[in-house]
């Protein structure tokens, strides 16, 4: 079990940057991949970014490569989301999830066991 808690989400500005935080909890947190992801009114949630148990994969969605690091501290135990260069359409819900460790870096919001509550991320323009 992993109990998973977000914070850093607030309103910012285009063209700002912000650190989403995500605390885990539970005895096998090291061992389980995390992602981020999002989601806006009226869609759907989709992925951003994801990390392996290790920390030595990476994987991000084309819309924020370039722009957001995913990273993670497994002696905090902390997954961070460091968002650059935001934009309006960066607006959205953010969560954190968990899943056990694989030898892929997984995408989608079924592949996911543990989730956040969530925190909110609205770009003005």
């Known amino acids: 079990q992993v109990q998973l808690v977000e914070s850093g989400g607030g309103l910012v500005q285009a063209g700002d940057s912000l650190r989403l935080s995500c605390v885990a909890s539970?005895?096998?947190?090291?061992?389980?991949?995390m992602g981020w992801f999002r989601q806006a009114p009226g869609k759907e949630r989709e992925f951003v970014a994801g990390?392996?148990?290790?920390?030595?994969?990476?994987r991000y969605a084309d819309s924020v490569k370039g722009r957001f690091t995913i990273s993670r501290d497994n002696a905090k135990p902390t997954v961070y989301l460091q968002m650059n260069s935001l934009k309006p359409e960066d607006t959205a819900v953010y969560y954190c999830?968990?899943?056990?460790?694989?030898?892929?870096?997984?995408?989608?919001?079924?592949?996911?066991?543990?989730w956040g509550q969530g925190t909110q991320v609205t770009v003005s323009s």
């Open positions: 999830a968990a899943r056990p460790g694989s030898i892929i870096v997984r995408t989608t919001v079924d592949e996911y066991n543990y």
């Open positions: 990390i392996s148990w290790r920390g030595g994969m990476t």
């Open positions: 539970g005895r096998t947190y090291s061992s389980y991949d």
